[in-house]
């Protein structure tokens, strides 16, 4: 048993100790309501639970008595009342080690009974507050102090405790530094590993230990995955680094810094397999929520829930009503925790989430959950152990490796408590035994009491290249292995290891001889499969080439061939941000002008024509639409923070007023439309269509279908005439365009699909329009730009039947979502390697880049 446990055993009675969760519950319960003088002002701060709770551990084991010393300083006098609440909040029977020792002295003529022989073992010092009660207890019974080979306090030199010796052991002790932490961790790993597996030791008899594990928790963790090595942690692993304490993060994470869609994927995958209301939804009811919402507030999901139906779920019954009410339970925040967390969670995350309520506020659960560890199932007598100095020193084994001497770490430094500053009580009255001579004496106790080996590791550098200076531990004149962090390893700790350290056996591996010939094909000049040669007439190439082209499409394929086939044939898609956008990009700006400019023409439209409303009528349109448009917007897409969500809202308005109003050809009774659907292309509402919209659209001589919504059409009343309008919410161009290198189809195309669908005989004039200056780009002959647009999509198309998807002027360009599949810096080093003979391949279809 410890020194505390004895105190209690000779207390008798119901007595027992203060354990740190009860004290902290207790501190958790007492902050809101106990005035603290000084400490009014933080007391409901993140980490006062745990401040408090130290001061508390500290004051105790010191022996200091904070009633008689309130007087002292105000500071003092908070710490009193603190103690104070903490102790009427706690049972009776739980005592101070004060109070322990009190009791347990009067009970002293029961020691022989209780006790018999009184034999310490495997520790270095006590604490000053049970050293009365060791003096008294000498006296009533024998008490043998079994040092060992370790050093004694020097107090007990007087006494009458019986201190029995051994000579210290003599491991052999060499000295190593590596790279970094992490490369301290796999030399750890490797250590042991080559034990086990030379027969020369059990795994019982093996120890890894720092000063403080927090450092290198994270890299043992994954390492011991990697070399499927049963590695005990002592002190136990972190919660968030198990399924559910996964669960009770994403938690925290909602109900810290609110709802979102990422967030809520992540609490349901890993709450879903648990009993609560996630468990009532049916397999898949992710798939409801649309990709592109962020929907990051209760109104946003209301709306979104709101519009669902039975047919919308996967097994076509109304979930609505479940989810509308998890949604409404996690919109309480934070200040429901406690109620949210029995809801949500249950068995093992149900703990560690009421635990993590009682260690800090719930305004800081996220941060919390970090601090929290459990056990890890491990046996310590069956497995390699990693643990605190500390406990290596009272329970030693037969090969130790000592990792993160370094200056600053061990020993560790002196510092201040958080609530009781040097000034108020000296440090050295307050913890008599500080962190940094504990941490000599764990030292100097381990190289005494290891049998066999030693190794003594630090790291050059830290993680972010800094220089890092050797212990004062070490000895100056010792002999230290350099290890390079590229060394060959004289026993991999894994597969992984293995490989890396055998370049030869590496290289026959399939993974490695690919891995090898795309990077050098990508450095090669000549085009190779690596850069999108595929086989000729490939059935994925054939069918995306058959499917009904957008102009966007059509673009991509001129300009960018390999994007073309990433996108569409591959289906690869650029990695969705989990976080709001600090601004609109480009494209999602002009989505959201479309959309209101489509909005507010149909409200026209049905209140008597755009050609007939007069300034005010357009302004209340267009205003009425914007509202309309950014309710959905917020329900379905990511916005930006409120301030500039609202000017960018008042742009949207000012583009679209511009749009409706600008002064050019007005046509005889015309009718206007928005957004109009062809080509087989789905409605994007139920406004009147000049045509079916079902009906194929084909470039004659090309091979393309097409289909597209068309931004803006406006016919005469006798149907004889027709203006083609596409906006850019851009800049224009500083001179007239007509393809613009194959970046501007939409005139030619959509021009082509108007006269195609209403007939021959109706005239065409197809523009660019430009609100934000007020510039419209006419096409100056439709029917010959038709005709060239014509021969490069058919060589585009002769050239992707050949299997030559190759990259083009836009490939890893600004504006290329799918740069990230590319090598490294693209535009810079590979792109202009391998242009020259793209282009020269391509032939006839890369001239469309000099088109104007």
């Known amino acids: 048993m410890t020194f505390e446990q004895l105190a209690v055993r000779l207390a008798g009675g119901f007595a027992r100790p203060i354990d740190d969760e009860s004290l902290r519950t207790a501190i958790q319960a007492i902050l809101p309501a106990t005035p603290l003088g000084e400490l009014e002002s933080i007391k409901l701060l993140p980490g006062m639970v745990d401040a408090a709770a130290d001061t508390l551990h500290k004051a105790w084991r010191a022996g200091l008595d ?28 739980m005592m101070r080690p004060c109070d322990l020792v009190a009791a347990a002295c009067q009970r002293l003529d029961h020691a022989k009974a209780a006790l018999g022989p009184v034999e310490i073992v495997g520790i270095t010092e006590l604490s000053p507050c049970w050293r009365p009660l060791l003096l008294a207890l000498a006296d009533r019974t024998p008490v043998t102090w079994t ?31 590596a790279a970094t932490a992490y490369h301290e961790a796999i030399e750890a790993i490797r250590w042991a590993r080559a034990l086990l597996a030379s027969g020369e030791a059990e795994p019982a008899d093996i120890a890894i230990a720092a000063a403080s594990t927090a450092d290198y928790d994270d890299h043992f963790l994954t390492l011991r995955a990697d070399a499927n090595l049963d590695l005990h942690f002592i002190h136990g692993i972190p919660v968030v680094s198990t399924r559910e304490g996964q669960a009770a993060a994403a938690l925290a994470d909602i109900l810290v810094r609110g709802l979102s869609q990422t967030r809520m994927r992540r609490l349901a995958a890993l709450c879903g397999s648990e009993g609560g209301p996630f468990q009532t939804l049916p397999a898949g009811w992710l798939r409801i929520l649309p990709m592109d919402a962020p929907l990051g507030s209760v109104s946003a999901w209301m709306r979104l829930l709101g519009r669902l139906t039975a047919a919308d779920w996967p097994d076509a019954q109304d979930h609505s009503k479940t989810l509308r009410g998890i949604v409404e339970f996690l919109g309480k925040g934070h200040s429901a925790a406690e109620e949210i967390g029995a809801a949500l969670l249950g068995g093992r995350a149900l703990a560690i989430w009421r635990k993590a309520l009682v260690a800090g506020p719930t305004g800081s659960l996220d941060a919390t959950l970090e601090t929290l560890n459990q056990d890890d199932g491990l046996e310590a007598c069956v497995s390699v152990a990693w643990m605190p100095a500390s406990a290596l020193a ?48 764990d ?74 010939t795309c990077w050098r094909n990508w450095h090669r000049q000549e085009l190779t499969p690596h850069d999108g040669l595929v086989r000729p007439d490939h059935p994925l190439l054939l069918a995306i080439l058959d499917r009904a082209q957008s102009a966007s499409s059509l673009r991509l394929l001129l300009r960018n061939p390999l994007g073309f ?58 205003a009425e639409a914007t509202r309309e448009v950014a309710g959905v917007w917020e329900s379905e897409r990511a916005v930006p923070p409120t301030v500039i969500w609202r000017r960018t809202l008042d742009d949207v308005r000012l583009l679209t007023s511009r ?26 509402s139920e406004a009147d269509s000049p045509w079916d919209c079902t009906t194929p659209v084909e470039i004659p001589g090309a091979g393309f279908r097409i289909n597209g919504y068309i931004d803006r059409l406006d016919l005469s009343g006798d149907g004889k005439r027709a203006l083609v309008r596409d906006y850019k919410t851009g800049r224009p161009p500083k001179e007239d365009i007509s393809l613009d290198g194959g970046r501007e189809l939409q005139r030619c195309l959509y021009g082509f699909a108007v006269k195609a669908l209403l007939g021959p005989d109706v005239s065409i004039s197809a523009s660019l329009l430009f609100p934000r200056e007020q510039v419209d780009l ?16 058919r060589a585009a198309r002769a050239n992707l039947t050949r299997g030559h998807a190759l990259l083009g002027p836009d490939t890893g360009g600004a504006y290329d979502d799918l740069a990230f599949a590319l090598p490294a810096n693209a535009g810079a080093t590979y792109c202009k390697r391998k242009l020259p003979a793209a282009t020269e391949m391509l032939g006839d279809a890369a001239q469309v880049w000099e088109a104007q």
């Open 394 to 441: 009272a329970s030693p084994r037969r090969f130790v490796r000592l990792v993160g001497l370094n200056s600053s770490r061990w020993p560790r430094s002196i510092s201040e408590d958080r609530l009781i500053s040097d000034h108020i009580i000296p440090t050295a009255e307050l913890d008599p035994l500080p962190v940094a001579a504990a941490d000599r004496r």
């Open 565 to 622: 086939v990433w996108r569409y044939a591959m289906r690869l898609r650029m990695p969705e941000s989990g976080t709001d956008p600090l601004v609109l990009d480009p494209l999602g700006m002009g989505d959201l002008v479309h959309m209101t400019l489509d909005r507010a023409l149909q409200k026209l439209e049905v209140a008597g024509g755009l050609a007939e409303a007069d300034e005010a009528q357009i302004g209340a349109a267009v």
């Open 659 to 684: 749009a409706l109003t600008y002064c050019d050809e007005r046509l005889p009774d015309a009718r206007s439309y928005g957004e109009v659907a062809f080509g087989g292309a789905v409605p994007k």
């Open 778 to 793: 006419q096409l100056a002959d439709p029917e010959a730009t038709l005709v060239e647009v014509t021969g490069y999509l």
């Open 147 to 177: 040092a060992g080979p370790r050093p004694t306090p020097s107090w007990l030199e007087a006494t009458s405790v019986s201190i029995t010796r051994t000579a210290p052991q003599a491991p052999a002790v060499r000295a190593e530094s």
């Open 443 to 516: 030292f100097e106790t381990i190289l005494a009491t290891t049998e066999r080996q030693v190794v003594l590791s630090r790291a050059r550098r830290d993680g972010e290249g800094r220089l890092l200076g050797r212990s004062s531990l070490l000895s100056a004149n010792a002999k230290e292995i350099y290890v390079r962090r590229n060394a060959v390893p004289a026993h991999a700790f894994s597969e992984t290891d293995r490989l890396m350290a055998r370049p030869q056996e590496f290289a026959q591996e399939h993974q490695a001889v690919a891995a090898i």
């Open 66 to 93: 904070l009633d008689v010393r309130a007087r002292e300083h105000p500071r003092l006098d908070s710490i009193a009342r603190l103690e104070a609440a903490v102790l009427s909040q706690l049972p009776p029977e």
